[in-house]
């Protein structure tokens, strides 16, 4: 099994920071892409920032130049540091991570539980 395992969330006031962790965890023989999504209530679930396994990145226009997205491969977490943060990026942040347990089988996608970040104005 393989477990993707998300830290940092809280409650923060506008023009704060925090930093989100996601950990993932059991048979794994490699990772490729580690994502950030966030949902907000009555919005569809939605792309805050991407990174490939060689590090290559992309962020939603709304949070480029506020976020920033990095890994350990050595590891197997992603961070997202999130700073400047406004009311309406108060969300439930997922982690997602696009996982191959063994060499040679096709990789299968797996998401986090969630964690709550609320940005106060």
């Known amino acids: 099994q393989v477990h993707l395992v998300e830290s940092g969330g809280g409650l923060v006031q506008a023009g704060g920071s925090l930093r989100l962790s996601c950990a993932a965890s059991g048979r794994i023989f490699s990772i490729n892409d580690m994502d950030w999504y966030r949902q907000a209530p009555g919005k569809q679930r939605e792309l805050v920032a991407a990174i490939t396994s060689v590090g290559t990145t992309n962020y939603a226009d709304s949070v480029k130049g506020r976020f920033t997205i990095s890994r350990d491969n050595a590891k197997n977490t992603v961070y997202l540091q999130m700073n400047s943060l406004k009311p309406e990026d108060t969300a439930v942040y997922y982690c997602?991570?696009?996982?191959?347990?063994?060499?040679?089988?096709?990789?299968?996608?797996?998401w986090g539980q969630g964690t709550q970040v609320t940005v106060s104005s």
């Open positions: 997602y991570a696009d996982i191959k347990r063994v060499a040679g089988i096709r990789s299968t996608p797996y």
